[in-house]
C-alpha cells in the first residue's frame, strides 16, 4: 500500500503558474477525482504524482505501509496510468503487446495474456496490428494494461474518452471488479461516468 502526501506543491510554464500552494493526502486505497475545463492543469498534476514532471515548488513523498519514503525512481513499480497522451506499439498485436508488457509489470491475480483480451474484449482482434484498431479498442486496452497491473496506485486521465455507453459500462464492471482495492486519482472533466466510485 501507498501513501501520498502533498506539500505546498506548485507548478510553473514560463511565467505562468498552473496552480499552486496545494497540499493534500491521499491515504492508500482513497479514491480522489479531480475535475476541472481543459487546460487547468489536471493531466500535469497527474503526471506530477507519477514522478514523471517536476515540481516548481513544493514536494510529493510517497510512503509505503511502515511509512518509509519510497524514492522517486521506484515509483513505477507502484504505479500503472492510462491517459489519452499515452502511446501504445501499433505495430504489435494486443497479444504481443500484453506479453511484452508483462516483462515490465506482472498482472494482478495471475491473470493470463488470453484472458486479460477476453476481458478487455478483443478475441476477435487479438492477432491484428493494434493500428487497425478504433480508438475505443485501443482505449479499451490501455485501461485493461493499467487496471489489471499488480500495482497499488492507478491513475486515471480521462478514461472513458472514446469509449461508446457499453464501453462505458465495461469500464465501470472493471473498476469494480479488479481496482477497488487500489489507490485511484482520476482526472475528469466533470464527466460523472468517470468518477462516480470517488469519496
Known amino acids: ?3 501520498i502526501e502533498i ?5 510553473r510554464f514560463n511565467r505562468e503558474w498552473i496552480f499552486r500552494n496545494l497540499s493534500y493526502s491521499i491515504p492508500a486505497g482513497n479514491k ?3 475535475t476541472g475545463a481543459n487546460g487547468s492543469g489536471k493531466s500535469t498534476f497527474l503526471l506530477m504524482l507519477s514522478g514523471y ?3 516548481s515548488e513544493g514536494n510529493i513523498e510517497w510512503k509505503n505501509s511502515e511509512g518509509k519514503i519510497i524514492d522517486k525512481n521506484d515509483y513505477y513499480h507502484h504505479i500503472s496510468i492510462a491517459s489519452p ?3 501504445l506499439i501499433e505495430e504489435f498485436s494486443p497479444l504481443e503487446l500484453i506479453k511484452h508488457q508483462a516483462s515490465f509489470k506482472k498482472y494482478q491475480r495471475n491473470l493470463s495474456p488470453n484472458e486479460i483480451i477476453e476481458i478487455a474484449y478483443l ?3 487479438k492477432d491484428k496490428a493494434i493500428k487497425n484498431f478504433s480508438s475505443g479498442m485501443k482505449q479499451r486496452l490501455k485501461l485493461s ?3 489489471l497491473s499488480d500495482c497499488p496506485v492507478l491513475l486515471l486521465d480521462e478514461p472513458i474518452i472514446n469509449l461508446d455507453l457499453q464501453g462505458i459500462q465495461w469500464y465501470k464492471q472493471l473498476i469494480t471488479k479488479y481496482a477497488s482495492h487500489k489507490t485511484i486519482v482520476v482526472c475528469s472533466n466533470k464527466v460523472k461516468d468517470e468518477y462516480e466510485f470517488c469519496s
Do not use: I
Open 53 to 55: 514532471v517536476l515540481a
Open 145 to 147: 494494461f493499467a487496471v
Open 85 to 87: 497522451a499515452m502511446e
Open 123 to 125: 478475441e476477435n482482434s
Open 32 to 34: 480522489l477525482v479531480v
Open 7 to 11: 506539500d505546498k506543491l506548485g507548478k
Open 1 to 3: 500500500m501507498v501513501n
